[in-house]
């Protein structure tokens, strides 16, 4: 099942609008387009204040602490008022190069831009991990989702409105559409259907490295999935198996030495792997040439670049 994203950023309340620019892509975003980690926007919004209120004095319209000053935009300034004539905007109370900004809790609509980056680590939380090498830390590659990045809040009060959105990363990105573009492979036809079964365990297991913020890891098991590693089943069930089999110790195969190389580095313990590894993919090799001579071919030049990967 292709992944498909909705409502990647929305807003509430007082906040009854957005349009999200990507500073740094140099393009509009779509509501259904999350923000990258590392790129700088500009959060355009509408602040609808339904009220003039003679208890409260002013409202604060505030960024998330995490974020950082937009690499592009405007010198030295987080926000910046398109309507001075709203009746709350006074400029004497508008600091344009703080986090926070304020205004007089006044009747009308304000319309007010926000430029930020985001961080270039925002979904990239440290994970511990353990090895016969030794202990050590990794970082992932998590989507933050739900994320408050403007937040307006009467004085003495809790929060009235919001602009909220998911964050993804690079990453994450080239994993998504790996993934949408893999998926379709069998359905176009470009990989015979006899391997559906095979595919879509695939698949799952790629989504599964994603969900535990491997999606690198389930990038380079999605690129084994090629439709050349897909002979023409021959007619014999017998044949048409043991290709099968063979197309899923060569996946699992490649998938272990990636790992084990991202995990442990150039290491005699994975030194050691591959070269159990590369004996595996001989004896595979010798399996396939009776069958088909394509398939030998694909295990020697991976067996060949495992000797590089040394």
Do not use: C
């Amino acid at each position: 099942m292709a992944f498909a994203q909705s409502n990647a950023w929305t807003s509430s309340g007082w906040v009854t609008s957005a349009t999200v620019q990507d500073l740094t892509g140099n393009a509009n975003l779509a509501s259904d387009q999350p923000l990258l980690a590392g790129h700088s926007y500009n959060v355009t919004l509408d602040i609808v204040v339904p009220n003039t209120s003679t208890s409260t004095s002013n409202f604060s319209v505030s960024l998330n602490p995490a974020l950082a000053p937009a690499a592009t935009g405007p010198v030295g300034a987080f926000w910046a008022v398109h309507n001075p004539s709203y009746g709350g905007y006074a400029k004497a109370i508008f600091v344009p190069g703080k986090p926070t900004v304020t205004f007089n809790f006044v009747q009308g609509t304000l319309k007010l831009s926000a430029y930020f980056q985001v961080p270039s680590n925002f979904t990239n939380p440290v994970a511990k991990y353990s090895a016969p090498s030794g202990n050590g830390t990794i970082r992932l590659h998590i989507p933050q989702e739900g994320v408050i990045l403007v937040s307006v809040v009467p004085f003495l009060s809790t929060g009235i409105g919001s602009f909220s959105a998911t964050v993804q990363d690079q990453t994450i990105q080239t994993y998504l559409t790996d993934y949408n573009q893999t998926s379709a492979l069998v359905p176009s036809g470009k990989i015979p259907s006899t391997y559906s079964s095979l595919v879509n365990s695939l698949l799952g297991e790629a989504a599964a490295l994603n969900k535990i913020g491997l999606p690198d890891n389930g990038t380079a098991l999605l690129n084994v999935i090629v439709p050349s590693a897909f002979p023409t089943p021959p007619n014999s069930s017998l044949q048409t198996d043991l290709l099968v089999g063979l197309a899923a110790a060569i996946v699992v195969i490649v998938l272990l030495a990636v790992l084990t190389m991202r995990s442990r580095g150039r290491s005699g313990y994975s030194s050691h792997i591959i070269n159990d590894v590369q004996k595996d993919l001989a004896v595979l090799e010798v399996t396939a040439a009776k069958y088909d001579r394509a398939m030998a071919d694909k295990l020697k030049s991976l067996r060949d670049k495992l000797s590089e990967s040394k």
